[in-house]
């Protein structure tokens, strides 16, 4: 039986996809209807021609790097006489009959040898995967994707939105009900005889910011004497809230028993080791005794008071400072001082509010403070108090509560 004869030039022009035959000299031998039909060239005007004056680089494209990526394979097969498959490329290719016009297309090259007798390459085989069309779609493909996830993001953006208002109401909600309940634990100072004192009470600014200062007032037994505290408790809101009025009247109640503010504040350190909150809270308390006219007082971490002398010397009462209640696991004995005063002295007490900065040294907080009350201290008490607030604290309000109780002496 005779095998039958194939014709192989018919067999190229029916190969699927595009291929082309180059001779060393990367001049076109052939192409088969794939490659013509595919890159919009005639047999006519391709046959005889080199590659490059059919398909140039786009001059107007710095990047444009196809054509010579394609040169370098095809040199390599002709070195090596071995096959090179190429990585995906964009082309920019001129489109006939419209000089000037390109269009970008992605082609997967793989070029291959064909051999002589002696072994050298005589013909180069280029074919091409034509994967525009497939680029294009994977390309719409991730802009539907980009558009649905822009469109999601829009909707949790939305969500996240809705959360913060719910938040910030509730966070306003809460920060009313703690302001009300520290101006019902707060009260204006009764008269106490013939002394009068007068206290500021400034909330921060902000929802999130209402904390737990408090100040107190208190008569006490045994001659013409009065105690004055202020205090803070760490953290805010009505939490803060709810441990100030605990300790602060547990500290009134304490003064009006103990025999000096150190042992009503060792009283009130044990009493915090009990409540949930009271955790690093401050006061400083002071025994004002009229008679002998003597100032003894206790700190517990907080702001020493400021004794402004009528001569408009301040003193800053820091000699009997000891840690925060509730700062050791067994609480135990304070220390004290006291100090004398003439009348017409004027005792400021205050919380850290008032002379606290961030990246501020405290010192330069007190120095500005014993600054206006120097310069201010002839002044009525409530023009006193009013000016100091206006000089010390931000004009657009303080992160943190301010109270202040001054007492004329």
């Known amino acids: 039986m005779t095998d039958p004869e194939i014709d192989y030039a018919a067999v190229f022009q029916a190969l699927p996809g595009m291929v082309a035959l180059l001779t060393p000299d990367l001049v076109y031998a052939d192409a088969n209807e794939d490659f013509l039909r595919l890159s919009g060239r005639k047999r006519e005007d391709m046959l005889g021609r080199h590659w490059f004056d059919m398909f140039p680089d786009n001059p107007n494209e710095s990047t444009a790097n196809g054509m010579r990526n394609l040169e370098a394979s095809l040199r390599r097969v002709l070195a090596t006489g071995e096959r090179d498959t190429m990585a995906l490329q964009r082309y920019d290719v001129l489109i006939p ?84 309940l520290q101006d019902a634990m707060l009260p204006a100072p009764r008269p ?92 400083v308390l002071t025994f004002i005794d009229f008679d002998d006219h003597t100032i003894t007082y206790s700190s517990a971490g907080h702001p020493p008071p400021a004794l402004v002398h009528a001569d408009g010397h301040v003193e800053f009462l820091d000699r ?64 006193l108090a009013d000016t100091v607030l206006r000089e010390l604290l931000p004009a657009e309000g303080a992160t943190d509560d301010t109270a202040l109780i001054a007492v004329r002496l």
């Open 320 to 383: 009997a400072t000891d840690p925060p209640l509730d700062a050791h696991p067994e609480p135990g004995p304070r220390p004290q001082a006291r100090t004398g005063f003439e009348s017409g002295a004027t005792l400021v007490l205050y919380t850290d509010g008032l002379i606290e900065r961030r990246r501020e040294d405290i010192d330069t907080g007190l120095t500005r403070l014993g600054t206006s009350l120097a310069r201010h201290r002839r002044a009525d008490l409530d023009m």
């Open 97 to 180: 009959g419209r000089p000037g016009q390109w269009e970008e297309r992605y082609w997967s090259p793989v070029n291959a040898p064909v051999l002589g007798p002696d072994g050298s390459v005589v013909l180069l085989v280029h074919r091409v995967e034509e994967v525009t069309e497939l680029i294009r779609a994977r390309e719409r493909t991730d802009e539907d994707r980009a558009q649905v996830l822009e469109a999601e993001l829009y909707r949790r953006a939305q969500e996240l939105q809705e959360i913060n208002d719910r938040l910030r109401r509730a966070h306003a909600r809460e920060r009313e009900v703690a302001l009300a």
């Open 192 to 283: 106490t005889g013939k002394h009068r004192a007068v206290v500021r009470y400034r909330p921060a600014v902000g929802s999130l910011h209402v904390c737990g200062d408090w100040y107190d007032v208190v008569d006490l037994v045994g001659g013409d004497r009065i105690g004055v505290s202020v205090g803070d408790v760490v953290g805010h809101g009505l939490e803060a809230a709810c441990v100030m009025g605990q300790l602060r009247s547990a500290l009134t109640a304490a003064s009006r028993v103990a025999t000096g503010p150190a042992q009503a504040l060792d009283a009130l350190g044990r009493y915090a080791h009990v409540v949930d909150g009271a955790e690093s809270a401050t006061a």
